[in-house]
C-alpha cells in the first residue's frame, strides 16, 4: 500500500513536471494557453502507461521454466564434459519431450579475471571450448542453456566476477554466446539494494538482443515477490536448499505466502529440486516434487541426470503432475488448511478443475481432509477426482469433502473435475 502510495506521488510528480509545468508555463506543444489539464484525458495516458511499463517485457516464462541446474549436485565440480553430456541426457531420458528445456551452469564457470577489454572469459580448465561452443551444442539438441552471473563484484563462490557496473558488457556477452536464461545471484555488492542492482541488469538484457529468461536469486531478502514481477521471470523466496525433509518443507512454507504474487511471465521460486540427491526417501521426494508443481515452481532439476536411478526417473517424469504445474491458468495453489501435521494444498486449473494435495508432515499415517469450503468448490459440486500419482481416476465421486489415509511423509495428490 505504501509502495502503492508512493508510486502513484512519483507518477503525479513526473506528470506534473511533463505535461502540467509546461502548459502552465506556455511550453506546451501546439499553443501557450493555461488551459486546465484533465491528467485522465485519453491524451495524457500513454504517461502513465510510460511510466507504469514493464521494464522486462520478453514474453518468457508464460508457464514456470522446466529443465536442470549444476549447483545441487556438482556445486564448483561442473564442465562442459558434465553440461554436454547432461544435454545428451536430457533429450535420451525423454526428459526433454517431457518439457525439461533448460540446462543451466550455475557458479564457478569462469575465471577470476576478465579479459584485456573487460569481458567475462570460460574458465580454461574446465571450458576449455568457450560457453558459445557450448550453447551451439545444447542448442543442436533442441535445448536451451542457462548461465550465472551476480548482482555484486563476485559471485557468492568468489571463484569468478560478478556483474556489478558491467551488466551492459555482460548481457550483450551472454546474448552474443547464445544464452536463454540467466540466474543473477546477490552476494558481494556495495551494499545498496537489490531493487537498485537488478534492475539495471532487467535493462541490460532487453537492449541485448536476445530473449533471455531472468532468475532473481535475491533469497527473498527483500521480499522480491513484492517487485520482482517488474524485473524478471521468477524469484527466489527463499535461502538455499538442501536434501533433507525439514529443508524442503521450509522452503515451501516460505514460499506459500506469496502465493498471489505468482503469474504467468513471473514465479515464485523456492530453489531448486533435490530428488535423485540422495538425502530423502523416496515418498519423501514424491512430497518435494507434488508441492513444487502445485505451487508453480520453477521444475530444476538438481541431481545427475545421466544417472537417474528408476524412482528418481518415475517421480521427475509424472506427466501428469507436470501438467499441474504447467496448466496455463498459471495460479499458485495455497495451504489452504493445516491441522497439526496435516495440510491440505489446493489450488484452480484450466477446466474447472482444482488440484489438490494432501500432504501428511508428521511420523505416523493420518487420515486427511479436504473441505469444499476449503479449496474453493461450491458444497454440492460433485466431482471426479484422478489420484495422479497412482494414475487412476477413483470408482466414486465426491460431494462436499475427499478424504485419504496419509503414511507418514507422504502425500496424495488429486485432480478434481466436476461433473455435475
Ligand atoms: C547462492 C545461491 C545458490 C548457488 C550458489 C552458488 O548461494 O543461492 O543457488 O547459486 O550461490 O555459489
Redesign the pocket.
Known sequence: MVRRLWSDGVLLAVLIACVWWPLATGGAPGGASKARVDLRSPKYLHYKQEYRRNLLSNGLGVTPPMGWNS?NHF??AVNETIIRETADAMVSTGLSKLGYEYVNI???WAEIARDYNGNLVAKNTTFPSGIKALADYVHGKGLKLGI?SDAGYF???KTMPGSLRREEQDAKTFASWGIDYL?Y???NNDGTKPTVRYPIMTRALMKAGRPIFFSL?E?GDLHPALWGAKLGNSW?TT??ISDTWDSIMSRADLNEPYAELARPGGWNDP??LEIGNGGMMKHEYVVHFSIWAISKAPLLLGCDIRNLDKDTAEIISNKEVIAVNQDSLGIQAKKVRSEGDQEVWAGPLTGYRVAVLLVNRGTYRYTVIAHWDDIGLPLDTVVEARDIWEHKTLKNTFVRNITATVDAHSCKMYILKPVS
Open positions: 549447483w556445486a564448483c550455475d557458479d564457478c550465472y559471485t557468492c563462490s540466474k545471484d546477490n552476494c536469486c533469497w527466489r535461502n538455499d530453489d531448486m
